[in-house]
């Protein structure tokens, strides 16, 4: 029964929050929440350790290796986020950020601390449903509830930003819900799966070699634009930048870890049929043809960028299509850097996030050139964690996503994926030099005048402990961490 006290944990947590009268009471009930949801995360990652799927109310509520992961690791920066909330909200009404009076303050403390579980419970359900079409409701359930995130602040740029964000994923997701139909028309003839009209996932995985091939060729065509459009792949990744640079800096870590997470989810659930169902080589190519264009398109705004939060923005696309292309390579090697990929890049994504709110509050200002001096002289701790979670997220070793990525070119090279491996690197390259060139800048400069700022509470203390998770992450995972990886990634390739 650990699956639905997981679902209803959160919501719980936002309902209560919609009804509380202070803000105090808000944040106890969202830590509250995300701790026992990582709790509960931990029992699922250990039931299906044992037992190898976990299922529930007839294929409702279902959980694999692959679904276990993603349940953790969006429990995991949820829970980080809930914690540096708390200081960063604070710190929003200290300095006028809500508007001038406390009436104010309370709804927008409320409207956080609401809207935040709910988007959490609809990435859970995500990865819990064992149904394709509740699937898809979930998801559409992460734009409803996020939406209304990115306009937190009120001022246009924030509801030019939510309209882009809301018109772009509803395009999407309508492809999504049309693939979702094909894939229950390509298996509404299997013989003896009279549960088939449910789209129950474990009987379409055990019947995906029986499914009609042409209308699954067209059913991952949708899902790959509509799921593709939530990961923010490009030529479908316009409304990032605006989305990422507008919401509060922790719902902001939130949509770039987690939401990114579940969309590949789903994608992943239909690269699965469609290789079952037609060969690897159909999916496999046009996960390679939009990941590469999404590492691709992202190198020229990474260069020229002059605003840290887009900056950000525009890294995640590229490593969406770093994940999409290690989807499309296929084989096991390559399911494994997918999937190590996944949970490093959720660590340390989430970690440059709080480090770029630190210095946005800190500055008033998410632009390079209005940052006067080196954060790290200002700033110390930030500055530090800032450049180090930098050079890992370009995949400097030691650190953890070099390890993934060298798998990833790996297997390419060893499937004789020689130009989209050199594409890789070169693109790779592109966006190591932006990066390291503007944080560097940002962080390294010239010592200011101004006195040193000293630990904050709730803020930093939640950064250094994301940080040294990191830093011991690229010298060790736990043993059961990594089987639960292993796992998710031999479910991708059916071993």
């Excluded at 929050?17 to 009930?29: C, D």
């Excluded at 316009?238 to 939130?254: F, G, L, Q, R």
């Excluded at 030691?398 to 990833?408: A, D, K």
């Excluded at 594409?423 to 006195?451: D, N, Q």
Aim: glycine share 10%; net charge positive.
């Amino acid at each position: 029964m650990i699956l639905p006290i997981l679902l209803l944990t959160p919501f719980a947590a936002g309902v209560f929050s919609a009804l509380a009268r202070t803000r105090r009471a808000m944040e106890i009930a969202n830590l509250a929440a995300f701790s026992l949801a990582f709790v509960l995360a931990l029992g699922i990652a250990k039931q299906v350790l044992d037992t190898g799927s976990v299922s529930l109310w007839g294929g409702f509520l279902y959980a694999d290796h692959l679904s276990a992961l993603v349940c953790l690791l969006t429990a995991s920066v949820s829970l980080v986020c809930a914690v540096y909330a708390v200081g960063y909200l604070r710190e929003d009404e200290r300095s006028g950020a809500f508007g001038g009076d406390d009436p104010a303050s309370t709804s927008q403390f409320r409207k956080y601390y609401t809207l935040t579980p709910l988007f959490v419970t609809s990435m859970f359900l995500v990865a819990l449903a064992g149904n394709l079409g509740v699937m898809w409701v979930a998801i559409e359930a992460t734009t409803l509830a996020s939406v209304f995130l990115v306009t937190f602040y009120g001022k246009a740029t924030s509801l030019e930003a939510a309209w882009k964000y809301a018109m772009i994923g509803g395009v999407g997701l309508s492809m999504a819900l049309f693939g979702t139909v094909l894939a229950y028309y390509a298996g509404h003839h299997l013989a003896g799966t009279d549960t088939i009209a449910g789209l129950n996932w474990p009987v379409l995985a055990r019947h995906a070699a029986q499914l009609d091939p042409t209308t699954m060729r067209l059913a991952f065509i949708m899902a790959l634009l509509g799921y593709g459009t939530k990961a923010g792949l490009a030529p479908m990744h316009t409304w990032k930048p605006d989305a990422y640079s507008e919401a509060p800096v922790p719902a902001a870590a939130i949509l770039s870890t987690a939401m990114l997470n579940c969309a590949l989810y789903g994608l992943i659930r239909f690269y699965i049929l469609t290789s079952r169902s037609v060969g690897p080589e159909f999916p496999g190519r046009l996960l390679l043809i939009f990941g590469l264009l999404s590492m691709g398109i992202s190198v020229p705004f990474v260069l020229v960028q002059k605003n840290f939060r887009r900056l950000l923005a525009y890294h995640t696309i590229d490593h969406a299509g770093i994940m999409a292309m290690a989807l499309g390579v296929g084989g096991k090697l390559a399911a494994l850097g997918l999937m190590l990929h996944m949970t490093y890049h959720t660590v340390a994504k989430s970690l440059l996030f709080l480090c770029a709110g630190n210095v946005y509050q800190h500055y008033k200002t998410d632009l390079f050139d209005k940052v006067k001096g080196g954060v790290i002289h200002v700033i110390p701790a930030t500055g530090a964690v800032f450049l180090m979670a930098t050079l890992a997220i370009v995949g400097m070793p030691p650190f953890s996503l070099f390890q993934s990525e060298f798998l990833i070119v790996r297997a390419a090279f060893g499937a004789g994926l020689y130009l989209p491996t050199a594409l890789f690197i070169l693109f790779g390259t592109g966006i190591f030099a932006g990066a390291v060139l503007h944080v560097g800048g940002l962080v390294l400069g010239p010592a200011s005048p101004e006195p040193v700022t000293p630990l904050v509470p709730w803020r930093d203390f939640s950064m250094l402990g994301l940080a040294a998770v990191l830093v011991i992450v690229a010298f060790w995972l736990p043993g059961p961490l990594l089987e639960l990886i292993r796992g998710a990634a031999n479910v991708v390739t059916g071993g």
